[in-house]
């Protein structure tokens, strides 16, 4: 996470900081909208919720073998969690949900290139080959969806939408690798592929692009 | 466990150990209809059934990062599954399946008291946050059964069905983390904790009670 | 694996990489057909390839505590999964589902060998119990299906379809264990139970065998 480097200015720290938080609340609300949709009860909806907005950093750190999770060292999240869950409960309607995932878009994005980065990050620091590091930052992007969606016996949206979001975050977590190998700038690095990771989603969303399909049935 | 604490008296040991027991061959059972009502083979019944008795402490565990596993340091209990699911395929018939179901309602509520507190313990013992020790104590209740659902291709019937299941989990697991602090006694808080799980459970299946649910459509 | 035994000759070595590659690629194209028959994008095709292939030994590796995974310390296959599914994606028709199904079911008999066998020894190495390393095995064989088959939102095939497979793997997995604790020989006895597994995998098909199922309606 970028609020974990004591070394940036104040101004850059807050950035980081409120990005995280808009980032997992924009993975926390993907899973109300499902949830509401599947109207699922208060247990459901709050596990999906927390999957959702943990789901892909727990799946990288057990990979990784790193303990606290996020959500344990930091557990006051879970009462935030919780809290969206019943107040979504109560004031959410069918046309709310719409609603959410649209205002969602922007925050959404920011999240999966947050996400992205800070996972390749941190498998970079565990020593992993570079490989490896690109898929912990997808997963740590993409696998809160796609446990969020098995456990509500969907097919992963990621795997089947045929929408540049894990494409987007792995071509990400390589300009990263790529910019920190030539500037030996973490923070910089960050900056150039956060702000490629975003571009390149909302375009994607602007344009309605789809990635290439099976070529022959 | 209650069931390892050597200082308890004998009386108080053995009925831990068989409410240990009558709660996992329930747990396990919660498996066996599930497999029998999707006609599964051998290899799932065995699966399933072995998700629902020790999934939710196995997660718990991961997530801890505790070995051995349960099933692991006890695991005559592997035999004691597949054994049960040879005798379900060969003697279970339809109408075992609600009768089953209508019989481990009780035993089912002693395994949810059981897992609940022994999964809060566990996790205190580890020097988690208190919030992190109920998460792991209805984890350990819940996660069995919302593994088998998963593994049987339905939406966990905890997550979707209006029922106060995990709910009392969590209520139980906070009463026991206070009466803790109150009585600094962990055998007293156990005692009382688990009467309270199990009392609120057998009344919400006698009258039939439900938990909130979306205020609207 | 066999190919880590320094001291085998170059010839059993060759042959055991042989059948590491085999074995791999066909659980990998298992994961390819049902990518395909849910026409999932290229995100989806990659993952649940990987988790065909990869999926079992990891499970095992995360239930042993055993660190670094097969595909971190082997990355390069990660890139041969990839390659494999671009080229599915654009030269896989509707009818070579079926043809690639008739045709890996031999290099899937050798990969349910390679890998029950070398789950066994891996957890025996770890100081497992015979049962628990019998299951370490059995797991590392079918639970790349399993979570493949989730990921696809469909009821695991291993645990529905009726035929030997998971059951044939528990059996060769106790026949290493006895020819190890007789013949004191581990080469010996891997290829004893190797032959045994894929000889009665490959008998199971030709003869259309079935497990018994449920006495009863």
Same mark, same amino acid.
């Given at each position: 996470?970028?609020?974990?480097?004591? #070394?940036?200015?104040?101004? &850059?720290?807050?950035? &980081?900081?409120?990005?995280?938080?808009?980032?997992?609340?924009?993975?926390?609300?993907?899973?109300?909208?499902?949830?509401?949709?599947?109207?699922?009860?208060?247990?459901?909806? +709050?596990?999906?919720?927390?999957?959702?907005?943990?789901?892909?950093?727990? $799946?990288?750190? %057990?990979?990784?073998?790193?303990?606290?999770?996020?959500?344990?060292?930091? #557990?006051?999240?879970?009462? /935030?969690?919780? &809290?969206?869950?019943?107040?979504?409960?109560?004031?959410?309607? *069918?046309?709310?949900?719409?609603?959410?995932?649209?205002?969602?878009?922007?925050?959404?994005?920011?999240?999966?290139?947050?996400?992205?980065?800070?996972?390749?990050?941190?498998?970079?620091?565990?020593?992993? =080959?570079?490989?490896?590091?690109?898929?912990?930052?997808?997963?740590?992007?993409?696998?809160?969806?796609?446990?969020?969606?098995?456990?509500?016996?969907?097919?992963?949206?990621?795997?089947?939408?045929?929408?540049?979001? &894990?494409? %987007?975050?792995?071509?990400? +977590?390589?300009?990263?690798?790529?910019?920190?190998?030539?500037?030996?700038?973490?923070?910089? *690095?960050?900056?150039?592929?956060? *702000?490629?990771? /975003?571009?390149?989603? $909302?375009?994607?969303?602007?344009?309605?692009?789809?990635? =290439? *399909?099976?070529?022959?049935?």
């Amino acid at each position: 996470m970028f609020s974990s480097y004591p #070394h940036y200015d104040t101004v &850059a720290t807050g950035l &980081a900081l409120a990005i995280e938080i808009i980032g997992t609340l924009a993975f926390a609300l993907t899973g109300i909208v499902i949830a509401a949709r599947k109207r699922l009860d208060i247990v459901g909806v +709050s596990m999906v919720c927390g999957l959702s907005a943990f789901g892909g950093g727990t $799946l990288r750190d %057990i990979l990784l073998d790193r303990r606290p999770f996020f959500w344990v060292e930091h #557990h006051q999240w879970l009462w /935030v969690i919780l &809290a969206l869950c019943v107040i979504a409960m109560i004031f959410f309607r *069918s046309k709310d949900i719409e609603l959410t995932e649209k205002m969602i878009q922007v925050p959404d994005a920011l999240g999966l290139a947050l996400f992205t980065i800070s996972g390749t990050q941190i498998a970079l620091v565990t020593g992993s =080959p570079l490989l490896i590091a690109v898929l912990m930052g997808v997963m740590t992007a993409i696998f809160g969806g796609v446990l969020r969606d098995i456990a509500c016996n969907e097919i992963p949206q990621a795997f089947t939408d045929h929408r540049p979001y &894990a494409v %987007i975050a792995f071509m990400g +977590s390589w300009v990263y690798i790529g910019m920190e190998h030539w500037f030996m700038n973490e923070w910089l *690095s960050s900056l150039i592929a956060f *702000s490629t990771i /975003v571009i390149l989603r $909302l375009f994607a969303i602007q344009f309605n692009i789809v990635i =290439p *399909s099976w070529m022959r049935k």
